[in-house]
Each structure stands twice: as structure tokens, then as C-alpha cells.
């Protein structure tokens, strides 16, 4: 089955820029999609189709996808971006697969 | 706007059926463009997909899951429901509803999830 790979934490300082990595085998040929979950609250998408964002998004979220790794960046990361982010992909074989998230600390 | 709402009994026996209901509102699950999905996370722990059905009846499951598992549509109620039998403590989970987004294959609509319990 297709497996996700992402680092259980990653820390940054207010306003600096954050890079969460979700790798898997030949995940530069397939769509990801990332989400933001606050504690008690459902995930929300942030990113759909490797890179675009969906409407009330902040710009300082971006995407990018390549080889084997997707990774998700917050430039200029404020504390409220503080979270726990899945990435998420679609496979022939396992169908919808996502990452075991990162926790994102501020 | 969309918006999705799960239902449900949040306490369910091993061995015995859990069964949720998801009701849509701002849009129909007649719709054929998109797909409607079960999503479940254990307490602590990461996102699991479950499976989605498309209105024309096409489904996909996870294949862990797919033996136990039936997500069915209901037209007349603007709904769809998830059956899960023969569960045990290791169903216990928050249950969400979702939608698929704009890309294909994502989660662009996600309901406020519920807490169902496997127990004596």
C-alpha cells in the first residue's frame, strides 16, 4: 500500500518561515493536498493540487511537489498558524493516503 | 455555502454496527461531480480515510476496512450514511463527513466530526 511520510514535529519563531516535508514514492506524479487542524476543531485545506490555495487562504501558505517530497511553507509564520498539517495524496492502489501530520509549533 | 453535519449513537458495543449519518445542506448529494467521503481519527492520533461513494453508486473503501464497510446515499434526505460492523475498541474515533474540493480527490468541505466510543 502507498505510504506518507512526515516529520511528528517541527518548530519555528513568529515570522520566520516554516517547511513541513511529506515524502512518498513518486509523489512529484501525484496531487497533494494539505491540511490545518486546530485542536477540537475538523482539518481545513489549505493547499489542493500541490500549489493553489483555496479561497480565504493566506497567501503565506504555498506548495510545491517534486520527486519524492511535497512540502507545505508558511512564510512569515504568525502563532495562530500553530497546528497540527496532514498532507494527502491519491494513489491507484491505496486511493486516498495521508500523512501521519506534523505538529507545528510557534 | 456547504456545510456537512454528522449523526449518530457515540457509544456502540463491540462486535455491534456503528452507524452514522452525515446531512448536507448547500448542495446535493445527487450532485455527480463530487464525491462524499467518511474520514475518521482515534483519539491522539492522525487522519484515516474510509471510503466515499459517488451518486451514481461507484464506491471506493479502504481496503483495511472494505470487508465491514457500506457508505450508502439517501437522495430524499439530502444525506449519506456509513456502516461499520463488527467493530471493536479499535473503531473508537472522531467521524468525519467530507466533501471532495475543487482538485479532485481532496477534502474541500469537512463536517464538525463526532466522537463515537466502542464499549461494554
Known amino acids: 500500500s502507498y505510504e506518507l511520510t512526515q516529520a511528528p514535529s517541527v518548530s519555528v519563531s513568529p515570522g520566520q518561515t516554516a517547511s513541513i516535508a511529506c515524502s512518498g514514492d513518486d509523489l512529484g506524479n501525484k496531487y497533494v493536498s494539505w491540511y490545518q487542524q486546530k485542536p477540537g476543531h475538523s482539518p481545513m485545506m489549505v493547499i489542493y493540487q500541490n500549489s493553489r490555495r483555496p479561497s480565504g487562504i493566506p497567501e503565506r501558505f504555498s506548495g510545491s511537489n517534486s520527486g519524492n517530497t511535497a512540502t507545505l511553507t508558511i512564510s512569515g509564520t504568525q502563532t495562530m498558524d500553530e497546528a497540527d498539517y496532514y498532507c494527502q495524496a491519491w494513489d491507484f492502489t491505496s486511493y486516498v493516503v495521508f500523512g501521519g501530520g506534523t505538529k507545528l509549533t510557534v | 455555502q456547504v456545510q456537512l453535519q454528522e449523526s449518530g449513537p457515540g457509544l456502540v458495543k463491540p462486535s455491534e454496527t456503528l452507524s452514522l449519518t452525515c446531512t448536507v445542506s448547500g448542495d446535493s448529494v445527487s450532485s455527480t461531480i463530487y464525491y462524499w467521503s467518511w474520514i475518521r481519527q482515534p483519539p491522539g492520533k492522525g487522519l484515516e480515510w474510509i471510503g466515499y461513494?459517488?451518486?451514481?453508486?461507484?464506491?471506493h473503501y479502504n481496503p483495511s476496512l472494505k470487508s465491514r464497510l457500506t457508505i450508502s446515499i439517501d437522495t430524499s434526505k439530502n444525506q449519506f450514511s456509513l456502516e461499520l460492523n463488527s467493530v471493536t475498541a479499535a473503531d473508537t474515533a472522531v467521524y468525519y463527513c467530507a466533501r471532495e474540493g475543487h482538485g479532485g480527490h481532496d477534502f474541500g468541505y469537512w463536517g464538525q466530526g463526532i466522537l463515537v466510543t466502542v464499549s461494554p
Open positions: 461513494r459517488y451518486y451514481s453508486g461507484s464506491t
